[in-house]
């Protein structure tokens, strides 16, 4: 990866503790310096995090924008990068909490329903570039645990790795 959640940037502390906050435009300069100082077969990465499958809306989600800008600047990218985290509370993106009715909904198809989770797929193969799932989180909870958690995983695997974009989890 070149550049991971792209579009969330929070401030960084650095080793002194001061804040660091990441220029504008830093996945267009992260991207052009890695194209010139990687090898050439170097497949460079970009890509985000849990809420793109959750702040979905087709050619108008704020990760297609940004990699239909990149397309247009001639930046190189040779591979995009989903999470899917299923996280508890204290690390869920933008407030979307994991709770055992999510979890439920989640086994019994109503949550990220397989038909969204295809269409957000189909949606950025209009890059025409390889998809990598690059972190997957499903944790085990409620009564069933990794019972649960493992019928979760086979189906979200069978579901990307049937797309023909998906590259590799």
């Known amino acids: 990866d070149v ?3 792209a579009l969330y940037r929070p401030p960084l502390i650095g080793r002194r503790g001061e804040r660091i906050v990441l220029p504008d435009d830093y996945v267009y300069t992260a ?12 497949k460079l990465a970009v ?6 499958w959750i702040d ?23 591979t995009l990068g989903m999470q899917f985290l299923f ?9 979307y909490v994991e709770t055992l009715a999510n979890y439920n909904a989640l086994l019994a198809g109503t949550l990220f329903r397989p038909l969204d ?11 025409h570039r390889p998809i990598h799932l690059t972190q997957v989180a499903i944790p085990s909870i409620g009564p069933r ?13 069978r579901l990307w790795f049937s797309h023909p974009s998906v590259e590799g989890i």
Not at 31 to 42: E, K
């Open 117 to 127: 989770l295809y269409r957000v797929l189909d949606q950025y193969s209009d890059f």
């Open 47 to 52: 890509g985000d995090a849990t809420h793109l």
């Open 87 to 95: 996280m508890f509370p204290h690390d869920a993106p933008f407030g």
């Open 56 to 78: 979905f809306h087709f050619d108008s989600s704020p990760l297609y924008f940004m990699l239909q800008t990149l397309q247009l600047r001639n930046v190189r990218f040779d």
């Open 145 to 157: 645990g990794e019972e649960d958690q493992a019928v979760v995983a086979r189906n979200l695997y």
């Open 3 to 5: 550049v991971d959640e």
């Open 31 to 42: 991207l052009q310096n890695a194209a010139r100082v990687f090898p050439a077969d170097s």
